[in-house]
């Protein structure tokens, strides 16, 4: 059982350059998210998906796409990169599709540097 | 924006001793969660804790919730070196699926 995956682990880009996040998970969870990690701060929403099929934007979704390929995977593509979309990239996913939210389960990041 | 705000930012004891920290958000919540982080890697979930309840244990775990406060603590108690890790709180306020609002992080530090 291997959680939640993503791939690559770590990317470097150039500015203007595109690019899709890989994530899939084993769990059998309806809900799954992309978040992002910057220095010193604590992790914010980019867009998620309650359900296969359905995606929605988080706080932060400029700049960025999403696919829900099916239920075990969900991709995060920058169409072109920018400086300000260097981060760590964490994706999610849980178990419910609503009421009370469930715990989330993490991958282990995406490290993207653009220049 | 940031809904939960721990405090302190950075926190170093001595092994053996416990560790509190604090989060504070600003609108209400449906539950709370609290999550380690180690350096470079992804996050841990602790505890969930629902907004009806107000206090929930697990291991050497304590976190309380007042939601007259916003605010929650987590207790570590008899610290150990693998305990050092960043500490997250993160709040569910819409619909379960919509995703969760995560602070900054409280950074602790055991020293052995």
Redesign the interface.
């Known amino acids: 059982n291997a959680g ?1 995956t993503q791939t690559p682990k770590f990317q470097v880009l150039k500015t203007g350059q595109s690019m899709t996040l890989q994530c899939a998970q084993d769990m059998n969870h ?2 799954m ?1 992309w ?1 992002r990690q910057d220095p ?6 980019i867009y ?1 998906s ?2 296969e099929g359905t995606t ?1 934007k ?2 932060v979704p400029n700049g960025y796409n999403v696919s829900r390929l099916n239920k075990r995977e969900f991709s995060l593509r920058l169409e072109s990169a920018a400086p300000s979309q260097t981060s760590v990239y ?1 994706c ?1 996913s ?1 178990e ?14 995406t490290r993207l540097t653009v220049t | ?2 809904q ?1 705000e721990e405090d302190p930012q950075a926190l170093s004891i001595q092994e053996g001793e416990n560790a509190t920290m604090n989060c504070s958000y600003k609108t209400s919540i ?2 709370l ?1 609290w999550y380690r982080q180690n350096s ?6 602790l505890i ?1 804790i ?1 907004s009806n309840e107000r206090e929930k244990h697990s291991g050497r775990l304590r976190v309380t919730l007042d939601t007259s406060k916003k605010s929650s603590s987590l207790l570590i108690t008899a610290s150990r070196a693998a305990d050092t890790a960043s500490y ?1 709180c ?1 709040t ?1 306020a819409g ?11 409280t950074h602790l530090i055991i020293q052995p």
């Open positions: 939640v309806n809900s998210y978040y010193g701060m604590g992790l914010r929403l998620y309650a359900s929605d988080g706080e964490f999610a849980s419910g599709t609503g009421g009370p939210s469930y715990e989330q389960y993490f991958g282990p990041g | 924006s940031q939960g449906n539950n969660q470079g890697r992804g996050l841990v979930h969930l629902r997250f993160a569910d619909g379960g699926a919509d995703g969760l609002t995560f602070g900054k992080g």
